[in-house]
């Protein structure tokens, strides 16, 4: 009776002691719960690559598999295996361009955006003034991106909850000092795209439409043209959120709607003016306007003879009381006089100011910074009319990333409408000098604000990099059919792009980020599974068999020499 | 890396079945044979349970916990209790005691039962790059549940096999058996009705388990006692 106590109790010691190694994985596991998170996948957008001439501009690397590490990392910790996650609110523009310039390695730059940024957000007006800090913090960023030679991938993504998670943690991380790689765990982000190759033959999509004008029976003579242009391609940091709102987004509707309310004017034949209009949508406007050359070399010659003048339209969405008509022909010229004129009168009725500048053409130089400018080299009268009063740089305000909808006001480009729309119909019906308004407010050539909001909208959430759109992109049949409605011919020219620009692709990735656990957790788990098995197999030995089972477990051998002796 | 992680759910997994058979006297009685078979028949089982599972069970979208689908799967859960029985009491095995044959045909049961529930998700799950406690976690359930059936098995061969048992336990020695034949029941009403997490529902296994082998194994020794 007394031994069945004993082994009673011992089996009941044994039972609680077994209990010990499960309570310390339990408090392990209750310790270390929050680790639970699961993959996360971002859709991340890569900064452009590009060459010019054979010299090599912007983030030169797709790939990425690598730790990530944030701005409070130690300095002069090696960062060439992690990726620097910067987001905007926090960057410190002489930190990327020391970076850049001193040409530390790095695995990689993954910059997040404020969520005001991103294409299809249209509400968040508020807080304009953190926001105009962005706007010209990230303009400077891409300045430095786009025109350096960077080795290592660069991603642009927008915040949300997870990075933003991510971001905490890692700051937390590193703040301790311990910089995570494959023995320390932490985040792990991994793009995997191929590398990225040139693209083949880029083209450039010129669409024009031809709306003639009334001509009298028996005159066999050719009518003037009036030729109104916009270019409707982009450029800017990241060809995949390159929607350029502004620049030229506003252009192209400006032109849409012109063409629409002279398709009215002009369906009824008595109501036709004796010009014909010519409305092209070029590409190619950031690479000095290749397209508009192109077109207009491929125009007839009699057609380009015939263009009384050509005005084009570059940026109209963001102006308040003055807009700019830049001019390369001196302004003394008779011509350049009269279109000014006209122009102001229709400005003054309107409510506002227009301003002539004049920018002479340097032949030599291969730089055409306004569009007009090429009209002018082939002899054809041209004017821009933009809210921008310095010429822009090769490849600037050609839509960058803070150029997005919030940044573009309605009303302004219906002004910019108004101003073409009455001045052209003024010059073509011979109205100069008398106050007659055909497109008024509540008339049925009223500017349609919905048809400008409808566009606008749709622009703005459409990447326009030329090399990227294919020679059937939606939005070139979109336009195209948009202005088969208006006009009656309508033909598209496709080109390719001139050689010394080479694009790469890959412009857009899918991010995934790990939580990975380091080498030594996993080295310790082996241990305590370790001991959790061997402290299993004595219980039950000793259970089951008895505890001398369990010694003469480990001293079998000398036994068996002591047996053959 | 991530296949250190596989390899260490792993061996949590199905460790224990290896320690349990190498470190008790099964070894010794070369009980293998038992343990295969018990594995077989719980095969057999785990597809007649998923045929009426298919048949009788509404799926439903959410985690609504109903009671009347969970009185349905309790009794389809209850063919495991027969296909037990079957492993048990009407196979023929070689001449082990009673002792050694509940051990090894839980032990086959539990065993089958962790590789046809666990392996697959461990190979798919344990080998990607995210660290998540999931696989350690299904790794100490497939423990509990070693614990569980060996424990079932325990309480059904004093049910079936022995036909002498004190009265006053016999109450006791079924209410067990209903309540670790009950215990997915139990485990599901938890998750869904109280809300428990995934960790907390396995430390409760395993608190459970641990107290069920205690009892089955106090019954067995008593059950024991007038045969001596």
Partial sequence: MAEEKKSKQRHRVM??????????????LVACVELCDAATVVDVYRLIQYDISGVPFGSRFSSLNHHAASLSFQRGADLSRSVLILPLRELDIAFVQDYISQKQSLGGLLILLPQTFRPGNVGGGSLSSENDGFRSLLGQLEKLLVHGNIPFPVYFAFENEETDAMLADV???????????????????????????????????????????????????????????????????????????????????????????????YSNPKTRGKYNLLFALTSGGPYNYEGTQKWLKSLDQRMR???????????????????????????????????????????????????????????????????????????????????????????????????????????????????????????????????????????????????????????????????????????????????????AEVSVQHESLDGSFTFYDSTKASLNIYQVASVTFDLLLLLVLGSYLIVLFSFLVITTRGLDDLISLFRRPPSRKVKMG | ?????????????????????????????????????????????????????????????????????????????????????????????????????????GLGWAFADSVLHRLAPLWVGARGLEFTWDYVLQGLEANANLVFTISLAALG????????????????????????????????????????????????????????????????????????
């Fill in chain 1, 15 to 28: 039972v609680f002691e077994s209990m010990y190694p499960i309570l310390a994985l339990m408090l392990i």
């Fill in chain 1, 171 to 265: 700051k937390k991380n590193d703040a301790l000092g311990q910089q995570a790689t494959a023995t320390t765990g932490g985040y792990k982000l991994v793009i995997s795209v191929s590398e990225p190759r040139k693209i083949a033959s880029p083209t450039i999509t010129n669409i024009q439409g031809w709306l003639p004008g009334l001509r009298a029976e028996g005159d066999s003579s050719q009518l003037p043209t009036i030729a109104v242009v916009a270019s409707y391609d982009t450029f800017g940091a990241a060809p995949a959120l390159s929607v350029g709102s502004d620049s030229n987004g506003s252009g192209v509707v400006a032109l849409l709607e012109v063409a629409r309310l002279f398709s009215v004017l």
């Fill in chain 1, 305 to 487: 003879e015939s263009i009384d003048y050509a005005i084009c339209l570059n940026s109209v969405g963001s102006w308040d009381s003055e807009l700019l008509i830049h001019v390369s022909k001196p302004p003394d010229n008779a011509y350049i006089k009269q279109i000014f004129e006209g122009f102001s009168n229709v400005a003054e009725d309107l409510g506002f100011q227009v301003a002539l500048k004049h920018k002479k053409i340097n032949i030599s130089n291969s730089r055409v910074a306004w569009e007009h400018e090429q009209f002018s080299r082939l002899r054809v009268t041209a004017a821009t009319l933009s809210e921008l009063s310095t010429p822009p740089e090769l490849l600037e305000n050609a839509g960058s990333l803070s150029d997005t909808r919030q940044l573009v006001n309605e009303d302004a480009i219906i002004k910019g409408v108004k101003l073409v729309a009455e001045s052209l119909a003024k010059h073509i019906y011979g109205h100069q000098g008398k106050d007659i308004k055909i497109f008024a407010d509540d008339s049925s050539l009223a500017v349609n604000p919905f048809y400008v909001r409808s566009w606008l909208d749709l622009l703005s959430q459409t990447p326009r990099v030329a090399p990227f759109l294919s020679k059937n992109e939606p939005l070139i049949m979109a336009l195209k059919k948009e202005l088969e409605d208006y006009t």
């Fill in chain 2, 1 to 105: 890396m991530t296949l250190f992680h596989f390899f260490n759910c792993a061996i949590l997994t199905f460790g224990p079945h290896a320690v349990y058979y190498s470190a008790t006297p099964l070894s010794e009685y070369d009980t293998l044979g038992t343990s295969v078979k018990a594995a077989v028949v719980y095969l057999a089982t785990a597809l007649v349970k998923l045929v009426c599972l298919a048949t009788f069970l509404q799926v439903s979208e959410t985690e609504v916990f109903d009671p009347y689908q969970e009185a349905l799967k309790a009794m389809i859960g209850f063919i495991d209790v027969a296909g037990l029985y079957y492993a048990l009491a009407q196979l023929t095995h070689r001449n082990i005691s009673q002792n050694h044959k509940f051990q090894a045909v």
């Fill in chain 2, 157 to 228: 061969s004093l049910m079936w096999l022995r036909k002498n048992k004190p009265k006053s336990l016999i109450p006791i020695i079924y209410t067990c058996a209903i309540i670790i034949a009950t215990m997915p029941s139990i485990t599901s009403y938890l998750k869904r009705v109280m809300g428990w997490h995934f960790p907390k529902i396995v430390g409760f296994e395993l608190v459970t388990s641990l107290v069920m082998a205690f009892i089955s194994c106090q019954l067995f020794i008593l059950c024991q006692r007038p045969s001596l």
